[in-house]
């Protein structure tokens, strides 16, 4: 039986092959006699699985050697802790960009740190697009600046790095990381939750860049230091192994598919099928402005409320999974990660042509 597509936000879906694999040696992994999930992260087994997955990372997104790569837990939210705690000083100004919810909740815990200051928010146009460039007001003296290259639920993507000069730029790249190929040289921070582009929840992969790994407070929790994780190899306490191996079998999918050019020829081709449908239809609405428009969440809203259940029901019943959108906005969202196949957008698309022609 095929499986259906899934296009849940995160936990989202994962590559069949990897999922395969991990069956395969769910019991007995490279003849260890043991699943991943029973060996010792510090034993010669899991050491291997981990620092392979660390050089496959590295290797796919040409991270520069001055980088370190943190295997961390806690999610894409404890890094909105982690990120003031380590990079900036009781009460330091630091820049923030608000382009929709998730930049909008950094914000929120950053200021039980720091002085935010919101350079600009998309927030009055209800989060359609990105503030344009020259309105940002930045500040100077900023210890670093933080922005959200993907807005899981606004569906607001930027596609290109922005230049905030020597200031440290900090990225929640949550729901985009591995969708295309990134300068790292351009960042002082990446943080992403895994649970999307890299494997199960659980895990939270952080690149940071060397010199800012002397900047914490002294009074920062110890497994929330960059530094303690970057001297104990992401090792200071127990990691999540298992989340950890999956995301190291999901990098080696990523290589075999053609690395991360690959991939964002297919993301693009994937999301801009889905926007044409959209826009074609005159009964689907995607607000976002389209320099900005998402390849990896596309939120769209049908002509009347009344249609959202009939449309997931009947989505499901095809095999079409987690289109509802996020609880805050409602409607629907279509979240198209690596693992996605370009059918999987074909089928939804050809479902939702024949939905608008019964439902006009
Ligand atoms: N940032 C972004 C962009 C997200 O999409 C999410 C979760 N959807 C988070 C942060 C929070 O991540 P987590 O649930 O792993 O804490």
Redesign the pocket.
Known sequence: MSRPYNFS??PGALPESVLARAAAEMTNCAGSGMSVMEMSHRGKEFIKIAEEAEADLRELMGIPANYKVLFVQ?????QFSSVPLNLAADGDAVDYLKTGY?SD?AITEAKRYCQVNVVASGQPENYVSIPARDSWKTYKEASYFHY?A????HGVEFHDVPDVGSVPLVC?M??TILSRPIDVSKFGVIYA?A??NIGP?GL?VVIVRDDLLERARPNIPYLLDYKTMADNGSMANTPPTYAWYIAGLVFKWIKEQGGLKAMAELNAAKSALLYKVIDESGFYKNPVHADCRSWMNVPFILPDEKLDKPFLEEAKAQGLLALAGHRSVGGMRASLYNATPLEGVEKLTQFMIDFAKRHR
């Open positions: 936000a995160g806690g999610g894409g939210m404890m998730w909740r959200c993907n807005e899981t639920i929640d949550s729901s939750g649970q999307k929840a939270t």
